[in-house]
């Protein structure tokens, strides 16, 4: 009768945590696995970018991880931690992963649908594709550009040009600043916004970018997507 007694309590227990609420308010952990099809080693100084961002595709991402990889191989673990405050209950989020060396942006993934309300969310295999890095409008022509927002690792932290046809926000390290419209860059292929003072600036060339701060340049970046 012990033994019977004894099962029965194990058996409560297992229910009580099977039951047990979930915590809306703890960070949540996404894992993934990011892969071209078949093994391969990945050069030095491979950056690695992974983002949670809104379905929909409007709006920034919710939550991100970079980072640049010696002797790394593919297929690669990531991980992610995802803030609840920053997710809103009535959309719905999707992942994408990119990853770039040498200056060029080299695979980008397609956004994949992720169940963000779990404690711990396992979003599987993400293919990975090759991208075309290149830039069209020649240095003489007046750009035209679409809205889109381009996200750029410059040697450990992350700079966002949020770009509309009207103007553009520079992003860095939490700090937003307010740029013109594109114009062409003094090299071919570039991309130009400044500030009406001229001294804050960011030059798209596509798979590699500069940037300067009230006069101050930045470190040499190169574009995620």
């Known amino acids: 009768m012990i033994r019977v007694y004894a099962a029965i309590i194990t058996l409560g227990l297992l229910l009580a945590a099977a039951c047990s609420p979930f915590d809306e308010t703890a960070p949540r952990t996404l894992t993934a696995t990011l892969s071209i099809g078949e093994p391969v080693r990945l050069p030095d100084g491979t950056a690695v970018l992974v983002e949670l961002i809104p379905a929909s595709g409007d709006g920034g991402a919710v939550a991100e991880a970079s980072a640049v990889l010696d002797g790394a191989d593919l297929p ?78 410059c040697v450990d932290g992350l700079v966002i040009l949020d770009r509309t046809p009207e103007g553009a926000t520079l992003s860095v390290e939490d700090t937003e600043y307010p ?20 001294q804050t600036w960011f030059d798209d060339g596509g798979a590699t970018a500069r940037y300067a701060i009230d006069g101050e340049a930045g470190p040499d970046c190169v574009r995620l997507y």
């Open 76 to 153: 690669l673990e990531v991980s992610l931690t995802i803030d609840p405050a920053r997710l809103d209950d009535a959309s719905s989020y999707a992942v994408r992963a990119a990853l770039a060396w040498d200056g060029e942006l080299r695979w980008l993934s397609a956004a994949i649908p992720v169940d963000v309300r779990r404690a711990r969310i396992n979003a599987g295999e993400i293919p990975l594709d090759p991208f075309d890095t290149s830039l069209p409008a020649a240095a003489d022509e007046t750009p035209v550009v679409e809205a889109e927002e381009a996200i750029f690792l």
């Open 179 to 198: 740029l013109g419209p594109a114009m062409a860059g003094e090299a071919e292929g570039v991309l130009r916004h400044e500030s009406a003072d001229g």
